[in-house]
């Protein structure tokens, strides 16, 4: 158990919806990072907090958003939801910030399955 | 843009060893991981290399060479349960920690 607590950790919804992911970091880390896991393309960057702030972003859609709360908890926000956004959906939370050698701990991660 | 490649998968026998190879181009370099990930479950960090050499733990290795943007991930005395897939990321700086796609290593009896 890597303390790092995802929630769904399935969901099924229908293209246009739109859905709510939720990670609650191991206790004492500041960073959250979201990662997307599709068959073809291997663990993606959508984007990271750092103690409330974001600090970097990867090849995030515009339908997706994140935010993390003052409690460190954060959420990724899909919407208008097509097929391709059928994924498997890590988050992953650290100490610091990745700029380090800091090592990521993973979620069991949230399977989105979009019909 | 940032490329990472590694084989997509490798076969190995019980109690042999392995090396599976991770070259990369990025626009930055921080330091390069390795992850182990079985099916459908969440990655788990294996190893962490910044300098160039040997890092050893246990039955696991990893190489790394910054001048030839070259890594790779030795593991011995393989077991059954060595079968999933290791991901190879590089700290790219800028907060950014990208991944290869992975290679599935397939340990058979």
């Known amino acids: 158990d890597s303390g790092v607590t995802q929630t769904p950790k399935h969901l099924i919804t229908a293209t246009g919806q739109r859905v709510t992911l939720r990670c609650s970091p191991r206790s004492g880390d500041l960073s959250v990072y979201w990662y997307q896991q599709s068959l073809d393309q291997g663990l993606q960057f959508l984007i990271q907090y750092y103690n409330g702030e974001e600090r970097a972003k990867g090849n995030i859609l515009e339908r997706f958003s994140a935010q993390q709360f003052p409690d460190l908890h954060s959420e990724l926000n899909l919407s208008s939801l097509e097929l391709g956004d059928s994924a498997l959906y890590f988050c992953?939370?650290?100490?610091?910030?990745?700029?380090?050698?800091?090592?990521?701990?993973f979620g069991s991660g949230t399977q989105l399955s979009v019909l | 843009g940032q490329n990472i490649d590694q084989p997509t998968e490798m076969t190995a026998t019980e109690g042999a060893i392995v090396q599976i190879n991770c070259t990369y181009q990025?626009?930055?370099?921080?330091?390069l991981f390795w992850y182990q990930q079985h099916a459908g479950e969440a990655p788990t960090f294996l190893s962490y290399n910044v300098l160039d050499g040997l890092e050893e733990k246990g039955r696991f290795s990893s190489f790394l060479s910054r001048s030839k943007g070259y890594s790779y991930l030795l593991l011995k005395e393989l077991q059954m349960k060595d079968s999933a897939s290791y991901l190879c990321?590089?700290?790219?700086?800028?907060?950014?920690?990208?991944f290869g796609t992975g290679t599935r290593l397939l340990v058979s009896p």
């Open positions: 990321a590089v700290n790219t700086g800028f907060q950014k920690l990208v």
């Open positions: 990025t626009s930055g370099f921080n330091g």
């Open positions: 992953a939370s650290s100490v610091g910030q990745v700029a380090t050698n800091e090592k990521l701990f």
